[in-house]
């Protein structure tokens, strides 16, 4: 799921005919200040990051007036909140708040649904699944049916299921019902797997407002909303990355099978990185977790499963070597439908490559599945000679990670003894 950020999403409630508040995003400190002077009041001053609970984290200001407001801005922008750095400001009135509500739609796996369910809390501000442990009665759920989708009649429906503290006016049960009804148009709209208002609030003046909402959009549907700008279409917490947005282009362009990179941390700082490698999940994992007791550090998380072609491998190998890492892994138990002598003519291909820039790199493969004799065969006599420190196992240690961990220790180990050396030299 791809996620865009609250600015956007209060576009998309605007369309939708859902009131939000008067502001406007900025990008420095002079421009937040005269958003807060158009706005004529005091302001609220939002960092717009992919991070739940920012108000507790400092990243929810407020400021008085305009010169306030862009002293703020100013120590907001370059600041991190929750390690994602801020760069984008939103700046929107501050509202008198009543009472808060919470709306949700979500697309539920569950085999019972299968499809989008509505949830609404007489209880805002807070994350919902608190407030169902805390108190049951205040939250009520609603299976879409798809083809009905979601209109008055639903809307009233669910609402009526909800204890609310203090008497309801029908005007804002009205308002609660077709803020819901805009929601699941939007929902809709732009192919979301999740768009929430939390909160949705009632003002002192009787109206409700989206003080805050989150969407992420389904990652095959992203090309239908170039508005949003998104880059790379997958569920990340932070922006993607150059090397990310460059590795994405390989899975955008070849529908072959799947050629997955995502960075662990924007950063690399030190030793012990390990360009990580897996063909599918669960086996991959195990690796991975071995790895980890030895006090490697995972600099990125690949996957090339699903039958890719050679030279979609072989691009994916290469992002893993554009980091700067100290030894490469790659857990390659599929043992279904691939065949693995593709991955064997991209690892011959890469690795030679990589063979002239890193002489004794560690490089320890594990490949089981089919054709796995045969891509064993390729791999050692096209590996032959080159000045590597390659290892390479199958079928049988696929579930002895740590015999796999204790080998790129070793690996690892003499290779930096010998970097030592020569820098000593």
């Not at 909140?81 to 700046?91: A, C, D, H, N, S």
């Not at 709209?189 to 003002?203: G, H, M, Q, S």
């Not at 890193?358 to 791999?379: D, S, Y």
């Amino acid at each position: 799921m791809a996620r865009i950020y609250e600015y956007q999403g209060k576009e998309v409630l605007r369309k939708e005919e859902i009131l939000v508040p008067k502001g406007r995003c900025v990008t420095n400190a002079e421009e937040a200040r005269t958003t807060a002077q158009e706005i004529g009041k005091p302001v609220a001053i939002k960092a717009q990051v992919w991070a739940t609970g920012r108000f507790k984290a400092g990243g929810i200001k407020f400021a008085n007036t305009p010169e306030e407001a862009g002293k703020v801005a100013q120590k907001l922008f370059g600041s991190t909140i929750k390690g994602l750095p801020v760069e984008k400001l939103l700046v929107e009135e501050k509202l008198s708040i009543e009472r808060e509500f919470y709306i949700g739609i979500i697309v539920s796996n569950s085999y019972k649904v299968k499809g989008p369910v509505v949830i609404f809390s007489t209880e805002g501000g807070v994350g919902v699944e608190e407030v169902a442990a805390r108190n049951p009665e205040k939250v009520a759920t609603l299976t879409v049916d798809y083809l009905r989708s979601v209109g008055p009649e639903e809307a009233n429906q669910l609402l009526s299921q909800l204890s609310f503290d203090g008497t309801l006016s029908p005007d804002l049960f009205n308002e609660l019902s077709r803020t819901i009804c805009n929601l699941y148009k939007a929902f809709k709209e732009y192919d979301a797997r999740a768009a929430e208002i939390n909160p949705l609030v009632l003002t002192q003046d009787q109206h409700l407002y989206a003080a805050d909402c989150r969407f992420t959009i389904d990652d095959n549907s992203v090309f239908r909303h170039p508005e949003f700008g998104i880059k790379v279409p997958r569920d990340m917490d932070r922006p993607p990355t150059r090397l990310e947005e460059i590795a994405w282009a390989i899975e955008e362009d070849d529908y072959r099978g799947t050629g997955y990179f995502t960075q662990m941390f924007p950063k690399l700082e030190g030793k012990g990185w390990l360009g990580f490698h897996g063909i599918g999940g669960g086996g991959a994992m195990l690796g991975a977790s071995a790895f980890l007791a030895r006090g490697f550090k995972i600099a990125n998380y690949a996957d090339t499963s699903g039958d890719p072609t050679a030279s979609k491998v072989y691009l994916v190998i290469k992002s893993i070597f554009s980091q700067p890492i100290d030894g490469y892994v790659m857990m390659g138990a599929c043992l279904a439908n691939q065949e693995q002598w593709h991955h064997a003519h991209a690892i011959v291909k890469a690795l030679r490559e990589e063979a002239k820039r890193r002489p004794g790199f560690p490089v320890v493969i594990l490949l089981a599945g089919n054709k796995e004799q045969e891509a064993h065969e390729i791999i050692k006599i096209g590996l032959k000679d080159v000045p590597l420190r390659w290892e390479l196992y199958g079928r049988d240690y696929i579930y002895d990670t740590d015999f796999i961990a204790n080998r790129v220790e070793e690996l690892i180990k003499l290779y930096q003894d010998k970097k030592l050396k020569e820098e000593r030299k």
